[in-house]
């Protein structure tokens, strides 16, 4: 089973849909997850993380995490033609050092 | 402007002729991390430091070496490239690695022939 594990897509949403991302992840004792947006040829930047079971908002972003299940989400509603990209999942693993592992990336793009 | 740096951004080298990538961050970061990304592998950790002097193996090491003498500079060295080393890597780093927030570089573009 690999650490972080991300459907790889490619997932496709009509432009003003909400896109649903979704992640799992394998140490149960891991306590911060992260998303990451890449364009094709840029490197990673970050747009949300969360560390507690629920939902936290950031404009259009909402991160869910449900440590009991060892999942967690990315939704983007609203979804612009700007969104089109690789969005990565990633987590703090306490278990298997002090490492940051990241998921596969799902490539999601808004159709206009 | 709060950033890591990275050099070169490209290079293409042939097998066996050792090289160094530079990275260097501007923010006081104690975790520094080496990253290569590979077409449908994502991003795998090569090294990271939790802090100067402090070094230690991701899941894949081989081939690579890394130093931390300064706290802003966290280079690696290809000792003697090979082709399966071809690859994008991205050089990161963070406040702490608790903190997450890991800001990337621009990422290297390295073909080895």
């Known amino acids: 089973q690999k650490e972080v594990e991300q459907n790889s897509g490619p997932l496709s949403v009509p432009e003003g849909a909400i896109a649903s991302l979704n992640c799992t992840y394998s140490d149960r004792g891991s306590q911060s997850f992260f998303w990451y947006r890449q364009y094709s040829g840029k490197s990673p930047e970050l747009i949300m993380s969360?560390?507690?079971?629920g939902d936290k908002e950031d404009g259009r972003f909402t991160a869910q995490l449900n440590k009991a299940s060892q999942y967690v989400s990315l939704l983007i509603r609203d979804s612009q033609p700007s969104d089109s990209a690789t969005y990565l999942c990633?987590?703090?693993?306490?278990?298997?050092?002090?490492?940051?592992?990241f998921g596969t990336g799902t490539s999601l793009t808004v159709i206009p | 402007e709060a950033q890591v740096t990275q050099n070169p951004r490209y290079l293409i080298t042939v097998t066996g002729k050792k090289l160094t990538v530079t990275c260097s961050q501007n923010m006081n970061h104690e975790y520094m991390s080496w990253y290569r990304q590979d077409p449908g592998l994502g991003l795998r950790q090569i090294y990271y430091s939790m802090n100067v002097e402090v070094t230690d193996k991701g899941d894949v090491p081989e081939g690579y070496k890394v130093s931390r003498k300064e706290k802003r500079n966290f280079p690696l060295i290809l000792e003697s490239p090979s082709p399966n080393q071809t690859s994008l890597y991205f050089c990161a780093s963070s406040l702490s690695w608790g903190q997450g927030m890991i800001i990337f570089g621009p990422g290297t573009r390295l073909t080895v022939l």
């Open positions: 990633a987590v703090n693993m306490i278990n298997t050092g002090n490492q940051f592992y």
């Open positions: 969360i560390y507690s079971n």
